[in-house]
Structures are given as structure tokens and as C-alpha cells.
């Protein structure tokens, strides 16, 4: 009922915050995928770039969020944008890239030899065995690092206000400072409601892309 | 059509080659099977016409074009290529499958519709029921016919196949080894079919290429490898049964007696009677006019009748047709325990019969590997 009160009072800021939260996970998300997708596709051709690629995505994935967002401040103020939503978003799309690029050679690689055999053996090219044979067979698993990435970066986006780029963690980290209650739970739960809603939106989205073949019966 | 002259393959960080100093020619509108053990190079040599392999050293050409000249998406745009099931992309409706060479090719739509729907028809798929299918839900056999048929949609003059009914059981691999002679029947492509069963080269191939360790140990007809294998190795590899296995390549017209002995509908009962009394015969054969079979008499019923051999003639049911090979009438007569069976063709028509005697000597001529015959053996026991 606390919970309820709050809302009642702080819809306006409520919206705001959200839309924040929002704004810097999509265009972190969207930055993420137009790279992440692209690298991905690229080291399953090169075996060398694989290796070094994998190896430091999946340091930066070690470093605990909310050091990364602090690394962010004294690396982008020589930039002039060492707070504020900046420094989230570029922090939120490294964290972002490993799934993806991990899922996208993953699933490049999965692609069966025998299928992209009967490919090039009818004369496709090479960017056509790639545009209409490995990554439309790819897309599912694509697609499932794609929704790891976003609902993670719904969950690390909170941090972002700790580095004053506003959204949803601006409700969790004032509401810890205050001891107030009714104000963290509102925040948490609206960071839980985004996550699974987008997670929701982009399943149906996969549903229409992925080809009906792949799917098990 | 495709020759393959001084053909040598040798894999990077090999020494031994894959295929070493191969040389043949493929004439047009025949199938021309590889075969051999497994490793012997078969897929190796195939792929390097449609230079998914490069070749080391030789030439491989197609109508006296050399293939390493030419660009080689054209090339391999202008090859049908069906490999096992699997190839099959299955993110792609049948439809989408079939029309992957007509699209690369720029054909317009209605025109690709066209063909989808004539390719579907020729392998007796219903082309309203699975246009839109996807391969997972096709059946093997199914999904094969697919896979060859989308080799076959821009109409090549030259297809490979590598194993392409390999994934499929005995039974179902008869009827669409059948179906795709019937189709090249019609089509007259120049095919390289590999497969490792013997049977199925046999049955398929105008020539048979028999491969050993990457060499060219024969290259015959089918009916040359049985008959005159050429060394131990060929021997063995098409089998000690290979007698029996000519049973496959010869057609019943080749072994049936012609002309058989039969008598009219219209005919006299008491005459007919009479001649078999005379000739020591139990059955009698029976046509018509047209000579179009009836069916036969016997004699035991037939004797003593008043009338014509019609009031008294039973139906022949089980024939077989003159194009048929001899496996399928000798399978016939054993699963129905017959000893003779009758050759008619489409119309019904009389044509002569086929026994388990004429059968076997016919597969026989070639049998005794000493050449000769052991001229007439009696039940006389011990001499
Ligand atoms: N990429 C490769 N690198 C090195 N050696 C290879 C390569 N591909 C094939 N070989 C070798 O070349 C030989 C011929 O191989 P190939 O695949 O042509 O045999 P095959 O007759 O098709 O056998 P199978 O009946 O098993 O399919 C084999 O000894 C094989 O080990
Ligand atoms: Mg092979």
C-alpha cells in the first residue's frame, strides 16, 4: 500500500526516471547490437581475431559493474563527458558486447558444414552464403544473446545514476540513502517490469524473424 | 563431355595423393558413377570439377572448356549439385529451396513459379501440399527428391551427386534410384554420381569409375566390371555374387523364350485337348486374336469339354513386362513359388516366357570362371 501511495504521488517523476532508464539502455542496446553482430560475424573468419576478441569481452564481463562505470568518469572527462549519461551508455555497451558477439560466432560457427557446402557448391558468393544461409540460421541464437544483453543491461543500467545519468537506480540508490522503503521497492520493481516487458517484446519480435523451419515441432 | 586428363590432387601437409594421375572421359547425357572404398578419393575428384577443391595439377574440362579457366561462380551456377538430405537449407520452404540457382540467376518470378511447380510434379510431390513445407517436415525420401530436383532447376547439362540417396533405406533408395533413371530418361544429363554401394553403381551407371587409393583402376560399363573385372582388387570389390549381380543390369527380354506355345479362345476344346495330350502338356497358354493374353487351360479340365477353350480359360495374374530386370522377375517367381512366368507388355500382349532355367543360363554364360562347360549332368550317381 506504501508501495501504492508512492506512485500515486511520484507518477510524474516516475515516467521520467523510466524513460531515462529507457533512452540510455536502448541507445546502449542498439550500439551494442550494430556492433557486437558485425565482430561476431567477423571472427568466425578469423580464428586469431576470435581468440583475442573472446579473451577481452570476457574481462571486461569480470569487472564488476559498478567499477566500470567508475573507470568510465576519469577515461571520458578528457572528453569532457566524464558524468552523466555518456559514460553509462559506452559502459553499458562493452558490458553488452560479449554476449552478443559470443552468441553471434557461436552460432555462425554451429552453422552445418554440409548446409553452406550445398551453398557455395551452387554458386553462391560468399556474402551471399552469409546473407542467406549462415545468419538466418544463426538469428535464433543471435537473437537469445541479444535478450541476455538487454535484460542485463536493464538490471546494470541502475548503476548508471550512481555516475548521475539518471534513470530508474536514481529511485534505489535515494531510496538507500533515505531508508526509505516504499521508494527502493518502486524503483527495483520498475527495473524488473522493464526487463521482463522488453525481454517479451523482443521474443515476439524473434518469433516473426526466425524462419518457421528452424523451429522444433 | 567432361574429361578429366592427368587429374592429380594432393592435400596441403600430405604427401601421399588423393587422387593421382587420373584420366577418363564422361560422353554427354550418360551417368557416369565413382566408386570405391572408403577414402579412395571419390568426393575428392568430384569436387574438383565444380572446384570446391582445387585441382594440383591435370585439367578437368566440361564441353573442352577448361573448368580452372572459367569464373567460378558461373561455373558452379551452371553444375546441378545434390549432396545427402542434409543439404537442404532448412530455414528455407521447399519452394525457396528449389528456386536458390533460379534466383542467383535472376529468373522472374512467374517463371521460377513455373518450374518449382513442374520440378514438384515430376517427382510426384503435389505441388499445392508442399510448396511451403519445410525440410523438417518432409520425409527422408521426401527431402531427397527435393534435393535433386533443386539441382535440376535450371535445367543443367551437367549435375553431381555425391551419395544422394545415401541417407535413405534399401527400400526407399529402389524406388528413387528408379524414379531419377525415369527422369534421366527424359533429361539426358551428363552425371558424376559417387556412392561406396555397389549395387546402386551397377544399377545407375552408364560407366562406373572404380577408384583405388586415388587411382583409376577400371573404368567400364557395368557389364564390362562384372564380366571382365580386371585385376583382384576389381574382383573382389564387386563381389563373388557378381554373377547375381548381373541379374540386375539384363532385362527379362534378354532371357525370355519367345513365340510360346498357346492356343485361341476361339479354339476347339477336343483339339486343343488333343495337342496337349500329344505334346505332354498340363497348362496351356491362352490369347486372343490380338495375341493378347487370357490367361491358360489345364489340361484336365479341358478334356472331355464340348465347346471353346474360352468357357474354360483361368486368369493369369502374375507377369511380369519385358523392360523389367531380371532380379525383380526371378524375386517375383520365388515369392509367389512359381516356376515360370509370363511376359506380356503394356497391352496385355503375349510376348513369351520367362523359367528359372532359361534365367539362369542366361546370368550362367559368363558364370564359370574356368571358361568352360560342364556339358550335361545326369542323376546317375557314381560312374
Ligand atoms: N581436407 C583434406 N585434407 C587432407 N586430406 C584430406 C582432406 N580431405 C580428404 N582427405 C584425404 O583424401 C583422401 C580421399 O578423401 P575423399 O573424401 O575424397 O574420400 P571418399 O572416397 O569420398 O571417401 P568416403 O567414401 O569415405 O566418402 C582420404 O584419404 C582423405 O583422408
Ligand atoms: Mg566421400
Not at chain 1, 31 to 53: D, H, L, Q, R
Not at chain 2, 67 to 81: A, H, T
Not at chain 2, 252 to 269: L, S
Request: charged share 20%.
Amino acid at each position: 500500500m506504501e508501495i501504492w501511495h508512492f506512485i500515486t504521488q511520484n507518477w510524474r517523476e516516475l515516467i521520467t526516471l523510466f524513460g531515462e532508464h529507457a533512452y540510455i539502455v536502448g541507445i546502449a542496446i542498439i550500439i551494442a547490437i550494430f556492433t557486437g553482430v558485425p565482430i561476431g560475424i567477423w571472427i568466425s573468419f578469423n580464428k586469431k581475431a576470435a581468440e583475442i576478441v573472446l579473451y577481452i569481452a570476457g574481462i571486461i564481463m569480470t569487472v564488476p559493474s559498478i567499477a566500470l562505470f567508475g573507470i568510465m568518469i576519469p577515461v571520458l572527462s578528457i572528453f569532457g563527458h566524464g558524468i552523466g549519461s555518456v559514460p553509462a551508455v559506452v559502459a553499458l555497451v562493452l558490458y553488452a558486447q560479449l554476449p552478443i558477439i559470443r552468441n553471434t560466432y557461436a552460432a555462425i560457427k554451429n552453422v552445418n558444414p554440409n548446409i553452406i557446402d550445398a551453398g557455395v557448391g551452387m554458386g553462391m558468393t560468399r556474402s551471399q552464403v552469409l546473407l542467406k544461409v549462415q545468419l538466418p540460421m544463426a538469428l535464433s541464437i543471435i537473437f537469445a544473446g541479444v535478450r541476455v544483453a538487454v535484460v542485463m543491461s536493464i538490471g546494470i543500467g541502475a548503476i548508471a545514476a550512481y555516475i548521475g545519468a539518471g534513470g530508474l537506480g536514481h529511485y534505489i540508490f535515494m531510496g538507500i540513502n533515505q531508508t526509505y522503503d516504499a521508494m527502493i521497492k518502486v524503483g527495483a520493481i520498475s527495473v524488473a517490469i522493464m526487463a521482463i516487458g522488453v525481454d517479451y517484446i523482443f521474443g515476439l519480435i524473434e518469433n516473426r524473424l526466425v524462419s518457421k523451419g528452424l523451429r522444433l515441432s | 563431355m567432361i574429361t578429366f586428363e592427368r587429374v592429380s590432387k594432393i592435400y596441403p601437409g600430405t604427401n601421399i595423393p588423393a587422387i593421382d594421375n587420373v584420366r577418363f572421359e564422361v560422353p554427354e547425357g550418360e551417368i557416369c558413377v565413382i566408386i570405391g572404398p572408403s577414402g579412395c578419393g571419390k568426393t575428392t575428384l568430384m569436387r574438383m570439377i565444380n572446384r570446391l577443391i582445387p585441382i594440383t595439377s591435370g585439367v578437368i574440362s566440361i564441353k573442352g572448356q577448361n573448368v580452372s579457366e572459367m569464373d567460378v561462380i558461373k561455373l558452379r551456377r551452371s553444375i546441378g549439385y545434390a549432396i545427402q538430405q542434409i543439404g537442404l537449407f532448412p530455414h528455407m520452404t521447399v519452394y525457396d529451396n528449389i528456386a536458390t540457382v533460379p534466383r542467383l540467376l535472376k529468373w522472374d518470378k512467374q517463371r521460377i513459379a513455373a518450374r518449382v511447380d513442374e520440378l514438384l510434379s515430376l517427382v510426384g510431390l503435389e505441388p499445392d501440399i508442399f510448396r511451403f513445407r519445410y525440410p523438417r517436415e518432409l520425409s527422408g525420401g521426401q527431402a531427397q527428391r527435393i534435393g535433386v530436383v533443386r539441382a535440376l532447376a535450371t535445367d543443367p547439362p551437367v549435375m553431381l551427386m555425391d551419395e544422394p540417396f545415401g541417407a535413405i533405406d534399401p527400400i526407399n533408395r529402389e524406388v528413387l534410384q528408379d524414379e531419377f533413371l525415369r527422369i534421366q530418361e527424359k533429361v539426358k544429363k551428363t552425371i558424376i554420381f559417387v556412392t561406396h554401394d555397389i549395387h546402386e553403381a551397377i544399377k545407375m551407371g552408364d560407366k562406373i569409375a572404380l577408384l583405388e587409393t586415388g587411382r583409376l583402376v577400371q573404368y567400364d560399363t557395368p557389364e564390362g566390371l562384372l564380366v571382365n573385372p580386371k585385376n583382384r582388387f576389381v574382383k573382389d570389390f564387386v563381389g563373388a555374387d557378381r554373377a547375381l549381380k548381373r541379374l540386375d543390369l539384363l532385362k527379362v527380354k534378354d532371357a525370355m523364350m519367345q513365340n510360346p506355345v498357346h492356343c485361341h479362345m476361339e479354339d476347339d476344346a477336343e483339339v486343343v485337348s488333343q495337342h496337349m495330350l500329344e505334346n505332354e502338356l498340363t497348362f496351356l497358354l491362352v490369347a486372343d486374336q490380338n495375341e493378347k493374353l487370357h490367361g491358360y487351360v489345364n489340361h484336365y479340365e479341358l478334356k472331355g469339354h464340348h465347346g471353346k477353350v474360352k468357357d474354360l480359360v483361368r486368369p493369369m495374374t502374375i507377369t511380369v513386362k519385358p523392360e523389367q530386370n531380371l532380379k525383380d522377375a526371378l524375386s517375383k517367381m520365388l515369392s509367389y513359388d512359381i516356376g515360370i512366368v509370363v511376359v506380356v507388355d503394356d497391352d496385355g500382349k503375349l510376348l513369351g516366357v520367362l523359367n528359372t532355367r532359361t534365367l539362369l543360363s542366361v546370368v550362367g554364360e559368363t558364370y564359370d570362371e574356368r571358361g568352360g562347360v560342364w556339358g550335361k549332368i545326369t542323376s546317375r550317381g557314381r560312374i
